[in-house]
């Protein structure tokens, strides 16, 4: 069963919920927007990914920030906004913590245990939607935007990263020219994953002004918040 949120009451019930500032995206196409009933049996549980953690903090900005941090922050957004709307969730970690076995020794080893845990997540529901959430870097400072990944295990993940690359460009990056991209082995939580999976960019912190947006809170709830409409688009159709 599907519903449509009126503006009022999104804003109203996204403000109460999550106490976050989500007025600006009080735009018009909100009122057109469809929002599924979770209550119906078929609802997938989102399984959410924030990349790195722990001794890995992925990619830094040109100051140091890495992006394990903003990584947690925007994918406990986008849990809490999934939670609000009623589907289950579940996620590989709420901490700055690798999820590796305890008792692996050394660095590399962790690394091999820590990816596979949150493989193992990813797969554990047989109708789950699973999203990792990175940013991205470059040599070329240049760069900027989101860019979505996806592998060819499961057919529906194509048009995950469709509807998200899009939601991307629909609600904060209108000059996002990317298209989606297939990603080989090398992405390895979304290549052996069994579900529709995605691997999202969400921008460069190699580009200087990118990066200072993705640092800020109110960025990171905006990028949140897009990854969840991307998502509840996704189980709509
Ligand atoms: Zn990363």
């Given at each position: 069963m599907k519903f449509s949120f009126s503006?009022?009451?999104?804003c109203a019930a996204a403000a109460l919920c999550l106490g976050i500032g989500l007025i600006f995206y009080s735009k018009d196409r909100i009122t057109d927007s469809v929002y599924t009933d979770i209550s119906a049996d078929t609802a997938p549980i989102i399984v959410l990914d924030a990349g790195h953690g722990g001794m890995d903090g992925g990619c830094s900005s040109a100051d140091g920030v890495p992006e394990k941090g903003i990584n947690?922050?925007?994918?406990?957004?986008?849990?809490?906004?999934?939670?609000?709307f009623g589907y289950q969730t579940d996620v590989t970690r709420e901490r700055d913590i690798s999820i590796h076995?305890?008792?692996i020794q050394?660095?590399?080893?962790?690394?091999?245990?820590?990816?596979?845990?949150?493989?193992?997540?990813f797969n554990k529901y047989p109708k789950a939607v699973c999203v990792s959430i990175h940013q991205n870097k470059f040599t070329d400072p240049v760069f900027s935007g989101a860019q979505m990944f996806y592998s060819p295990t499961n057919p529906e993940s194509e048009?995950?990263?469709q509807i998200m690359q899009g939601k991307f460009v629909e609600n904060i990056q209108p000059e996002n020219t990317r298209e989606i991209k297939l990603c080989g082995k090398e992405l390895f939580l979304c290549y052996f994953c069994n579900n529709p999976t995605i691997m999202a960019e969400c921008g460069f912190l190699s580009n200087p002004e990118e990066a200072a947006k993705l640092k800020t809170e109110e960025y990171q709830k905006?990028?949140?918040?897009t990854i969840f409409e991307g998502i509840n688009e996704f189980t709509s159709q």
């Open positions: 503006k009022g009451s999104f947690l922050n925007i994918m406990l957004s986008v849990r809490d906004m999934c939670r609000v076995d305890s008792g050394g660095i590399a080893n962790q690394k091999k245990s820590d990816m596979d845990n949150r493989l193992a997540l048009r995950l990263a905006q990028v949140a918040f």
